[in-house]
């Protein structure tokens, strides 16, 4: 018998080609993982400089809002509204016609209520529970509002952020007044060490949250919370009102 035909040798060359097999596929497994690796490290890589890049558009895009509403407000402030008050003293000194006097009066006082709307003056010296209160004053005349503010640290006290949760707030009760046919609106706003929350509930028609999450203010509010690093929810049945939920963690 050939030693090749030996039963020692046939197993030993059976043993030696699952060896080189076996090392083999092991060799390939481990290039196909590294592969693989590399592809999803490449994706994250790239996933990461896309969100980068949308956080960096998102925050360009918020401030330069932020500082055209501020050239407006100023241009109204400065401009219009210097011009109405010389003209209602200059009505005042020459004519005695009230009722150009009362319109010139009314015009200047949502001249003024337009520009601290776009800017809200003196915002970094104003605490938010402030703002939101002089906010929601020119609203009372549409709404019946209530309010709480349970601070119970001064939290989240940058003017980035007082303005941006105004902000939020604005948009809400435009949405309120324009679409919710509402009577009643309710404001709570919670300040804590760890967190800021904010619930703003009315009485409105109500809308089915799922058919009607696509419009313009609502991607405002969400771009403003997505910007602030927030979470936001909203609750409504149609008939029965609308709640919006606002959460700031404190980091």
């Known amino acids: 018998m050939e030693t090749w035909q030996k039963p020692e040798?046939?197993?030993?060359?059976?043993?030696?080609?699952?060896?080189f097999v076996i090392v083999l596929l092991t060799v390939i497994i481990?290039?196909?993982?590294?592969?693989?690796?590399k592809i999803i490290k490449a994706k994250e890589k790239e996933a990461a400089a896309q969100l980068d890049y949308q956080k960096n558009l998102l925050e360009t895009t918020i401030k330069t809002q932020e500082i055209e509403?501020?050239?407006?407000?100023?241009?109204?402030?400065?401009?219009l509204i210097g011009k109405l008050t010389a003209l209602k003293m200059q009505q005042e000194i020459t004519n005695n016609d009230q009722k150009t006097i009362e319109a010139l009066h009314e015009s200047i006082t949502i001249a003024r209520r337009i520009s601290h709307d776009l800017s809200p003056p003196l915002v970094e010296f104003t605490k938010l529970p402030e703002l939101i209160k002089e906010l929601l004053d020119p609203w009372e005349q549409h709404l019946q509002i209530s309010t709480i503010f349970d601070i119970r640290a001064e939290v989240n006290d940058r003017e980035e952020f007082k303005v941006q949760v105004t902000r939020l707030i604005q948009e809400i009760i435009t949405n309120t007044i324009k679409h919710a046919e509402a009577t009643y609106l309710h404001l709570h706003l919670k300040q804590t060490e760890n967190y800021m929350a904010l619930r703003i509930i009315d009485n409105g028609k109500g809308y089915d949250v799922a058919k009607n999450s696509k419009g313009l203010g609502t991607k405002n509010i969400e771009t403003r919370v997505q910007f602030l690093k927030?979470?936001?929810?909203?609750?409504?049945?149609?008939?029965?009102?609308?709640?919006?939920l606002f959460l700031f963690t404190n980091t």
Not at 9 to 19: G, S
Not at 69 to 79: E, Q, T
């Open 230 to 244: 927030g979470t936001h929810k909203v609750k409504s049945t149609v008939g029965k009102g609308t709640t919006n």
């Open 69 to 79: 509403r501020h050239r407006i407000a100023a241009d109204i402030h400065d401009g």
């Open 30 to 37: 481990f290039l196909i993982r590294a592969i693989f690796k």
């Open 9 to 19: 040798t046939i197993i030993l060359w059976i043993t030696i080609v699952a060896l």
